[in-house]
């Protein structure tokens, strides 16, 4: 959109917030005259109206001047309505033109700075005196201005990309609400939702009637990690009063492409990282399922208990699913718990034509889901589904009588916080639910359509092109894209021990040349026998055809003198 229609749209907005977006859109000869300077000098002495709704009123009217004002003088202050009012707008203005420039493909993903360099710029410590609300400000431009512009649509780096407006604006209501998940009483609307929104995920798992349990937690390691530790109690109820010295060893598995949360869980929770049990992957990062068989029946002739196997759908770096169907048929016949990190992979469940590569999922007993990476939630926004009802209150649940009072007027069953490990929980489901209201089941399908279709556009430029090899065969199952950019030094060598230790310092530089220049960002990573490749994943839907092209001729032109 124009800069002028922008601008109209922004004069909407009250507070002088339009005018002051009209001056970032514009350039300097059109700004508005009262709208130069920085923010938070245009910000240090403003009028303020009022904002109430009696006609006549008379409420104060004057000057907010921030240099005189401290966080005290703000609500719950006497008087602080007003200056309150005006603080809030200014925030909100740094916070509008932060958006407005994420999407700015003109702007820089980063501004890099070192961190003895930040750490000498400015001043960072805390004191025992207050600052006043002027600097405030002047602390908010500064953090903003080195933030990663995570929304923008050429940054790449991570699972979790984009920004999404609908899920900006619930995160804002949320922390506005400031509440706790624990219970129906102080966050009545809140956990209606996680109710609604969790049955209709286990729904799409294909659970009939979305029938079970789950929870939101903070991040896919500890969703798996519950899912860990509702296994063993499945198993060994008995652990929960008497410890890991009351049962036998435990033994869970996981593919070698898994995710390191798997034995970081084992190691919290006294099941020791050694008990964790690393399955071979084909080719394509692929549990094997003949290696898990084999693997069971050793751990058994040993005496020991498998317990737990947790196959995973999107592995973090080949996006590989692994073959889930015959999976539970291991985990049927051996009577083990099957354990689903689709903390990746997940969102392709809302598309039609991807949630095959998640076929046999439905017969997992739970499954980690992260809304906050496909999806493009904001984050956090970590959901892990349990097909047995009640199992994780029974595993959890301590009875904290201050909390958890039995002889409430309201149905107990929605004093949810006994079953979570935390007592103090965000409330990471409304992101989830606004956005799902606004966008569809369609729409959430069109966005993972979207990013799936830019990573085999990528794929099939790449794939023949000189100067690229590619990691593995054949086209990604999901968005993540791995590949090696050989530069023309390179090109003419043997595939020798010395071009393998030369190529494995190629991606890191041109990556830190990415963040120098601040144009785009990626990610790379060694694994197994395989040097530093980049791997690139597509979850932003901001991204574009030519916003691949682009990534393309920047690896081209930071990595051609390597």
Same mark, same amino acid.
């Given at each position: 959109?124009?800069?002028?229609?922008?601008?109209?749209?922004?004069?909407?907005?009250?507070?002088?917030?339009?005018?002051?977006?009209?001056?970032?859109?514009?350039?300097?000869?059109?700004?508005?005259?009262?709208?130069?300077g920085s923010v938070t000098s245009r910000a240090a002495t403003r009028k303020v109206s009022c904002t109430c709704d009696q006609k006549p009123c008379s409420c104060p009217k004057g000057d907010v001047n921030y240099a005189l004002l401290h966080a005290t003088d703000l609500l719950p202050a006497c008087d602080g309505e007003r200056p309150t009012l005006a603080f809030l707008q200014d925030v909100m203005n740094i916070l509008l033109q932060y958006v407005v420039k994420s999407f700015d493909r003109s702007t820089k993903v980063i501004d890099f700075h070192y961190?003895?360099?930040?750490?000498?710029?400015?001043?960072?410590?805390?004191?025992?005196?207050?600052?006043?609300?002027?600097? +405030?400000?002047?602390?908010?431009? #500064?953090?903003?201005?080195?933030?990663?512009?995570?929304?923008?649509?050429?940054?790449?780096?991570?699972?979790?990309?984009?920004?999404?407006?609908?899920g900006l604006a619930a995160d804002w209501l949320t922390s506005t609400a400031n509440t706790n998940m624990f219970t129906y009483e102080i966050a009545p609307v809140f956990v209606l939702l996680e109710y609604v929104t969790l049955k209709k995920m286990r729904e799409i798992i294909g659970w009939?009637?979305?029938?079970?349990?789950?929870?939101?937690?903070?991040?896919?390691?500890?969703?798996?990690?519950?899912?860990?530790?509702?296994?063993?109690?499945?198993?060994?109820?008995?652990?929960?009063?008497?410890g890991m010295a009351a049962v036998p060893r435990l033994i869970a598995f996981t593919s070698e492409h898994s995710h390191f949360s798997l034995k970081k869980g084992a190691a919290a929770l006294g099941i020791g990282?050694?008990?964790?049990?690393?399955?071979?992957?084909?080719?394509?990062?692929?549990?094997?399922?003949?290696?898990?068989?084999?693997?069971?029946?050793?751990?058994?002739?040993?005496?020991?208990?498998?317990?737990?196997?947790?196959?995973?759908?999107? #592995?973090?770096?080949?996006?590989?699913?692994?073959?889930?169907?015959?999976?539970?048929? +291991?985990?049927?016949?051996?009577? +083990?718990?099957m354990h689903v990190d689709a903390a990746w992979g997940g969102g392709l469940l809302m598309s039609r034509k991807h949630k095959w590569k998640l076929s046999g999922v439905e017969r997992a007993n739970s499954v980690t889901w992260n809304p906050h990476k496909m999806m493009g939630?904001?984050?956090?926004?970590?959901?892990?589904?349990?097909?047995?009802?009640?199992?994780?209150?029974?595993?959890?649940?301590?009875?904290?009588?201050?909390?958890?009072?039995?002889?409430?007027?309201?149905?107990?069953?929605?004093?949810?916080?006994?079953?979570?490990?935390?007592?103090?929980?965000?409330?990471?489901?409304?992101?989830?639910?606004?956005m799902w209201r606004a966008k569809g089941t369609t729409g959430f399908e069109a966005h993972i359509d979207k990013c799936l279709e830019l990573a085999e556009y990528l794929y099939n430029i790449i794939k023949n092109r000189e100067?690229?090899?590619?990691?593995?065969?054949?086209?990604?199952?999901?968005?993540?894209?791995?590949?090696?950019?050989?530069?023309?030094?390179?090109?003419?060598?043997?595939?020798?021990?010395?071009?393998?230790?030369?190529?494995?310092?190629?991606?890191?530089?041109?990556?830190?040349?990415?963040?120098?220049?601040? #144009?785009?960002?990626?990610?790379?990573?060694?694994?197994?026998?395989?040097?530093?490749?980049?791997?690139?994943?597509?979850?932003?839907?901001?991204?574009?055809?030519q916003d691949i092209d682009f990534l393309i001729e920047e690896i081209e032109r930071l990595g051609q003198d390597l």
């Amino acid at each position: 959109m124009a800069a002028r229609a922008w601008c109209q749209v922004a004069q909407k907005f009250t507070g002088g917030i339009g005018n002051k977006l009209c001056a970032l859109l514009y350039g300097d000869s059109e700004k508005p005259a009262e709208s130069s300077g920085s923010v938070t000098s245009r910000a240090a002495t403003r009028k303020v109206s009022c904002t109430c709704d009696q006609k006549p009123c008379s409420c104060p009217k004057g000057d907010v001047n921030y240099a005189l004002l401290h966080a005290t003088d703000l609500l719950p202050a006497c008087d602080g309505e007003r200056p309150t009012l005006a603080f809030l707008q200014d925030v909100m203005n740094i916070l509008l033109q932060y958006v407005v420039k994420s999407f700015d493909r003109s702007t820089k993903v980063i501004d890099f700075h070192y961190p003895n360099e930040l750490l000498q710029e400015y001043n960072w410590e805390l004191a025992d005196q207050p600052q006043n609300l002027e600097e +405030i400000l002047t602390h908010c431009q #500064t953090t903003l201005k080195y933030a990663i512009k995570t929304g923008h649509p050429r940054y790449f780096n991570q699972l979790s990309t984009g920004l999404d407006m609908v899920g900006l604006a619930a995160d804002w209501l949320t922390s506005t609400a400031n509440t706790n998940m624990f219970t129906y009483e102080i966050a009545p609307v809140f956990v209606l939702l996680e109710y609604v929104t969790l049955k209709k995920m286990r729904e799409i798992i294909g659970w009939p009637g979305g029938s079970g349990d789950g929870i939101f937690s903070p991040g896919g390691a500890i969703s798996n990690m519950y899912a860990m530790l509702i296994a063993r109690y499945k198993m060994f109820p008995e652990v929960k009063e008497k410890g890991m010295a009351a049962v036998p060893r435990l033994i869970a598995f996981t593919s070698e492409h898994s995710h390191f949360s798997l034995k970081k869980g084992a190691a919290a929770l006294g099941i020791g990282t050694d008990s964790v049990i690393l399955i071979k992957c084909d080719e394509r990062g692929k549990m094997i399922p003949s290696d898990l068989e084999r693997r069971i029946v050793e751990v058994k002739q040993k005496g020991f208990v498998p317990f737990l196997v947790s196959a995973t759908a999107g #592995t973090t770096v080949y996006g590989a699913f692994d073959p889930l169907l015959a999976v539970a048929d +291991i985990c049927k016949k051996y009577k +083990i718990w099957m354990h689903v990190d689709a903390a990746w992979g997940g969102g392709l469940l809302m598309s039609r034509k991807h949630k095959w590569k998640l076929s046999g999922v439905e017969r997992a007993n739970s499954v980690t889901w992260n809304p906050h990476k496909m999806m493009g939630v904001p984050l956090q926004c970590s959901a892990l589904l349990v097909r047995e009802e009640g199992l994780m209150q029974s595993c959890n649940q301590m009875h904290a009588s201050y909390l958890f009072q039995q002889d409430k007027h309201y149905d107990l069953s929605y004093d949810t916080g006994d079953k979570a490990l935390q007592c103090g929980r965000h409330v990471d489901v409304f992101k989830l639910w606004l956005m799902w209201r606004a966008k569809g089941t369609t729409g959430f399908e069109a966005h993972i359509d979207k990013c799936l279709e830019l990573a085999e556009y990528l794929y099939n430029i790449i794939k023949n092109r000189e100067g690229y090899e590619m990691v593995f065969d054949g086209k990604p199952q999901h968005t993540n894209v791995c590949f090696w950019f050989v530069p023309p030094s390179l090109r003419v060598l043997e595939d020798n021990e010395e071009r393998m230790s030369r190529l494995s310092k190629v991606a890191p530089v041109i990556k830190a040349r990415m963040m120098e220049y601040g #144009t785009t960002m990626v990610s790379y990573q060694p694994l197994g026998d395989k040097v530093n490749f980049f791997r690139m994943v597509i979850s932003n839907p901001a991204a574009t055809h030519q916003d691949i092209d682009f990534l393309i001729e920047e690896i081209e032109r930071l990595g051609q003198d390597l």
